[in-house]
């Protein structure tokens, strides 16, 4: 079967993406220390900025691309996402100062997209029975490269310097766009803009039943990522004792773990008794999930609400992948998958922003119950929505 081979090559593809962009991460303050910010204050400042960079341009670009796939072919956007965050982040390694690795990352972020179009190459090869199995497979594939780039990031960094970790970034990038070109085939039929623009404007209304799953999408980002950058400062509140970056790490990685146990389960749950039950079921789950968190008194007990965070938020996404498949046209897929990824991107530069003000304007623990009704609210949205509702039920019957 075709897509099970699909499935097998994009999920390395994708975790040389996630592996590729997660290598940076962990010293990335320290080489804007190398590139002359010595003030603690200007770093701090700085790698807020640069962090959440590319972030920004990804959410502006990425229902940009979704709609060039659905006339151009998903491969040719995925090309076009390697070589070209290949090529800019291997010109990182060659920065002189923290201005123009700002600007690096916001290009960066223009030419992402590569995960959500494999998402969407997956998604349209894979029959609806085996939906939810495949796109939470294929989800690992992310999770595994996003745990493994830190560790490697670490190593390399160690070997061969900073400005070695970005060139080996942009081969691992490059390596996964040939992957695509040599070893995916997809039939595309171009599409002319001729007497399209009306129809298009009729088409798009397809959309309307998956806004609460766009939504949802960039909730279950904010929800992951709030915490992420007080998570050393409420860990010490906690935890008094040796090796503080350690236990960090491992409740960062804790969370990654349960993703990846919870993203194939719960997807082949979802393809028994239906996404939207999965989903609403996960939405509650992971709200609750925050109560150990907020209420520890130890690391053992953060560790556990951790756990089960991620491995609901790792049911979560790809319930949601599945509804984007199943109630997007076809010839809007692409682009429907575009503007589910740009909501994650949001969420992704939300989250942390929201975290921190919070955290800085009332209590730390504060954040935890906020992002619970967050998460609550959504779950209500997307259980008392008809439109929701009544477009999987006119699919099932269609199917």
Do not use: C
């Amino acid at each position: 079967m075709y897509w099970k081979r699909s499935l097998w090559i994009l999920w390395p593809a994708n975790f040389l993406i996630a592996a590729g962009m997660s290598l940076i991460i962990p010293f990335l303050p320290l080489y804007i220390e190398k590139l002359g910010v010595h003030n603690l204050q200007q770093v701090e400042h700085w790698t807020g900025w640069i962090f959440s960079a590319q972030f920004i341009t990804s959410f502006l670009f990425q229902p940009l691309w979704g709609s060039l796939a659905d006339r151009y072919g998903r491969k040719a956007m995925l090309i076009r996402s390697a070589i070209g965050m290949g090529a800019i982040t291997a010109l990182m390694g060659f920065a002189t100062g923290p201005g123009q690795l700002l600007i690096l990352r916001l290009i960066n972020g223009l030419f992402s997209g590569f995960i959500s179009m494999s998402i969407s190459l997956q998604a349209s090869v894979t029959p609806d029975e085996h939906a939810g199995k495949s796109l939470g497979t294929l989800q690992t594939g992310q999770i595994v490269g996003t745990l493994v780039g830190p560790l490697i990031g670490g190593f390399l960094s160690e070997a061969f310097g900073f400005e070695g970790v970005f060139f080996v970034t942009g081969g691992l990038t490059l390596i996964a766009g040939l992957v695509v070109l040599f070893l995916i085939h997809e039939d595309v039929t171009v599409k002319t803009k001729k007497g399209q623009k009306q129809k298009k404007k009729k088409e798009y209304k397809a959309l309307r039943p998956l806004f609460p799953v766009f939504i949802a999408a960039a909730i279950t980002q904010l929800a992951m990522m709030s915490i992420q950058p007080i998570i050393t400062l409420y860990t010490r509140t906690i935890y008094h004792g040796q090796h503080l970056t350690l236990i960090v790490g491992l409740i960062s990685a804790v969370t990654g773990i349960a993703n990846l146990i919870g993203s194939p389960i719960l997807g082949r749950i979802g393809d028994k008794i239906g996404q939207r039950k999965v989903l609403i079921f996960s939405l509650i789950m992971a709200a609750l999930a925050f109560l150990p968190q907020v209420l520890a008194t130890n690391v053992k007990v953060l560790l556990a609400g951790r756990f089960l965070l991620g491995l609901f938020i790792g049911g979560m996404i790809p319930s949601l992948n599945v509804l984007v498949k199943k109630l997007a046209p076809a010839h809007l897929q692409a682009t429907a998958f575009g503007l589910s990824s740009s909501a994650r991107f949001l969420g992704n530069l939300l989250g942390p922003l929201l975290g921190t003000f919070i955290a800085a304007t009332y209590n730390i623990k504060d954040i935890f119950y906020i992002t619970m009704i967050f998460l609550l609210i959504n779950m209500v949205s997307i259980a008392r929505n008809k439109k929701l509702r009544l477009a999987l039920s006119q699919q099932k019957k269609a199917s």
